[in-house]
């Protein structure tokens, strides 16, 4: 069983309700020219598409209204988003990777991230709403002073 990691500090956590909820509700979005995409590397397309929505939610989190939530391969890296670098606690959700499908999650992940030592998998529900909490194995209680 292969899991994927997600970190969320604790005031993130309680504005979702503590659900895994995506800041936009678009599963596909098509790119801006307003400066927030430096360099042009060939991975966007010209007509809004879910790679567009994912690429732009590895940029900033619901950049242009994607539904998109990012999770990692690599434990540590989500104890470091959920305790903002040490400043804060949070939680880590730790998420069966078999389990997606069966919940309707669609999943994406990129040979060339924005941020490749982040390792990043970026999920979406079938609604484009909150993920589904059955595919929850674990929410970690994380502190600053562990990281």
């Not at 360099?39 to 010209?46: A, D, I, L």
Request: charged share 30%; glycine share 10%; hydrophobic share 35%.
């Amino acid at each position: 069983m292969a899991h994927l990691y997600r970190g969320v500090c604790d005031a993130d956590d309680e504005r979702n309700g503590g659900a895994l909820r995506p800041k936009g509700s678009s599963n596909a979005v098509t790119m801006h020219r307003d400066g927030t995409v430096r360099e042009r590397k060939g991975q966007f397309e010209r007509v809004a598409s879910e790679n567009n929505a994912v690429r732009a939610h590895h940029i900033e989190s619901g950049l242009y209204g994607g539904c998109w939530v990012s999770f990692t391969r690599v434990e540590k890296v989500a104890c470091h988003f959920a305790t903002s670098g040490g400043m804060e606690d949070g939680y880590v959700f730790v998420v069966d990777e078999g389990e997606l499908t069966a919940h309707g999650v669609v999943m994406k992940e990129f040979d060339d991230p924005e941020n490749p030592g982040e390792v990043e998998v970026s999920l979406r529900a079938s609604d484009n709403g909150d993920l589904p909490a059955d595919i929850v194995v674990e929410k970690r209680r994380v502190f600053a002073n562990d990281v």
